[in-house]
């Protein structure tokens, strides 16, 4: 081997580090940024398990909701009855009052 193989093969080396180095370097800016998202999330994360821990104070929307329903399903009881009334009609005054409704 002569000088100048050595030489090409040592810049060939010192070549294949210095791009290794900047790879290194790139990686260690992702890790650093990942690193810093990681910590936004964290808090985040903190913030929901706490909120999701926390005592709710006393409310009586269990029983509006119950109201509402109660108030759909006679509204759905009516609306079946005059389904059925209007089907019963004759078809001329079904018609007209579908189409007045």
Not at 11 to 32: K, Q
Request: net charge negative.
């Amino acid at each position: 081997m002569t000088d100048a193989d050595t030489r090409a093969r040592l810049d060939r080396i010192e070549t294949g580090l210095a791009g290794l180095r900047l790879d290194f370097d790139a990686v260690v800016r992702g890790l650093h940024e990942l690193i810093g998202a990681l910590g936004v999330q964290t808090e985040m994360l903190t913030e929901i398990l706490e909120a999701t821990t926390a005592e709710l104070p006393e409310s009586d929307l269990g029983q509006k909701l119950d109201r509402i329903a109660d108030a759909l399903e006679s509204q759905d009881a009516a609306f079946q009855a005059i389904d059925k009334t209007m089907a019963a009609l004759p078809d001329k005054i079904g018609q007209a009052v579908a189409r007045v409704a």
